[in-house]
């Protein structure tokens, strides 16, 4: 086995989105922090309501897939087609932006705990002016399998055999939710030919093919260099991540704010369809 090290680690920077929610970014802070197809991984993690209770009010966007998964509480989603849906507690929502559309996520409570993530992966080309999609998958539909010493959900892809909750998306993207308990290993055959990283929100884990033993602790996202296996140890503590892999796109990526597309004159055209009212049409 090759097995992957890590090539480049990435702190989670504290920031704001929406209408103020509080949450942590690792991938996207900048153009540089990108993974190709990911284009940026937002954490929000808080028991105070005043650090979401604002939500995502309405916003637009075009040419990407947007993944919500929550851990804890409850976000109830909207969108200008007419769809509505809450997404709970172990729940994901997965939405093809394509096109264009103007959603909302907004907190269903007013106290407790809201914890989850929201990841966006980029389309390909020929796919960015497809009709918008979406699929709500709840807690019970998303595979668990135990592992030794831990378990894995698996919310898009196939892990040792089980296919998730998710498959058919043209980047191929595998999305798990791996928990180990203290100073146990993780191993994942991972072909060379899909970019991939970890991010961990409890614990740590390290690297232990790479010299020095790099590891990576809660709030942050580890870069794999190239390989064909994935091998980590949990640290003391335990460990829980995230580990996304995908295929690569290649291609230009031009981004204004909530707009992804190859080229400026894309970009622009895009601001003159919602302006006008054309999103999803």
């Known amino acids: 086995m090759n097995y992957r090290a890590f090539d480049r680690l990435i702190a989670g920077q504290a920031t704001s989105d929406g209408a103020g929610v509080r949450l942590r970014r690792s991938l996207g802070q900048t153009q540089f922090a990108r993974l190709d197809p990911f284009l940026m991984l937002d954490e929000f993690r808080s028991d105070r309501s005043d650090d979401y209770i604002a939500g995502f009010p309405a916003h637009p966007h075009r040419g990407f897939e947007t993944v919500t998964y929550m851990l804890a509480g409850r976000m109830r989603h909207k969108d ?13 929502q997965w939405m093809t932006a394509a096109r264009g559309i103007i959603h909302s996520e907004m907190p269903e409570q007013d106290s407790g705990l809201m914890h989850g993530f929201q990841l966006w992966i980029n389309l390909p080309a020929a796919e960015k002016m497809k009709d918008p999609a979406w699929q ?103 460990a829980r991540f995230l580990l996304l892999a995908a295929r690569p796109l290649r291609e230009p990526v031009v981004q204004y704010g909530p707009f992804v597309m190859n080229s400026r004159e894309e970009i622009e055209q895009a601001i003159l369809d919602y302006q006008a009212g054309r999103f999803g049409r």
Do not use: C, W
Request: without cysteine.
């Open 80 to 92: 200008h087609l007419g769809n509505e849906g809450v997404i709970e507690g172990g729940g994901v």
């Open 136 to 238: 709500d998958i709840p807690a019970a539909h998303i595979p668990e399998t135990a592992i030794e010493g831990g378990t894995v959900r698996i919310i898009a892809g196939e892990f040792a055999g089980t296919q998730g909750a998710i498959n058919g998306v043209n980047t191929e993207p595998l999305y798990l939710d791996v928990s180990l308990q203290p100073g146990s290993a993780f191993e994942l055959p991972l072909p060379d030919e899909r970019n991939a990283f970890i991010y961990v929100f409890e614990g740590s884990v390290d690297n232990a093919t790479a010299s020095g033993h790099p590891s990576a602790s809660t709030g942050m996202a580890a870069i794999f260099s190239g390989g064909d296996a994935v091998k980590l140890h949990a640290g003391d503590d335990g």
